[in-house]
Nanobody, 114 residues
Framework: QVQLVESGGGLVQAGGSLRLSCAAS????????MGWYRQAPGKQRELVAF???????NYADSVKGRFTISRDNAKNTVYLQMNSLKPEDTAVYYC????????WGQGTQVTVSS
């Protein structure tokens, strides 16, 4: 089992920045993919970004150029630097990872005020 704990969410004005962190713990052998999804009220959960163990990165079109994902393999931690935040980025952000199965964090609220 893998446990994921997120931190870094909060309230920020439009144009501001936040940095999310997600640390994995538990029985860790080799985490393949780490990343972030988000879910806004009344909407489906959507992929924000992911990064593989080989540092292949993918972003949703809506965040390209504004968000940057990175990971520290030694710490089993993934980060999401979010710049130029918009009100439409408001959502609960969920960390996930894949190690033979998918694991999810509890979610952290990001609220961007206009």
């Amino acid at each position: 089992q893998v446990q994921l704990v997120e931190s870094g969410g909060g309230l920020v004005q439009a144009g501001g920045s936040l940095r999310l962190s997600c640390a994995a713990s538990g029985t860790i052998f080799s985490i393949n993919v780490m990343g972030w999804y988000r879910q806004a009220p009344g909407k489906q959960r959507e992929l924000v970004a992911f990064i593989t163990s080989g540092d292949t990165i993918n972003y949703a079109d809506s965040v390209k150029g504004r968000f940057t994902i990175s990971r520290d393999n030694a710490k089993n931690t993934v980060y999401l630097q979010m710049n130029s935040l918009k009100p439409e980025d408001t959502a609960v952000y969920y960390c996930y990872c894949n190690q033979y199965a998918n694991y999810w964090g509890q979610g952290t609220q990001v609220t961007v005020s206009s």
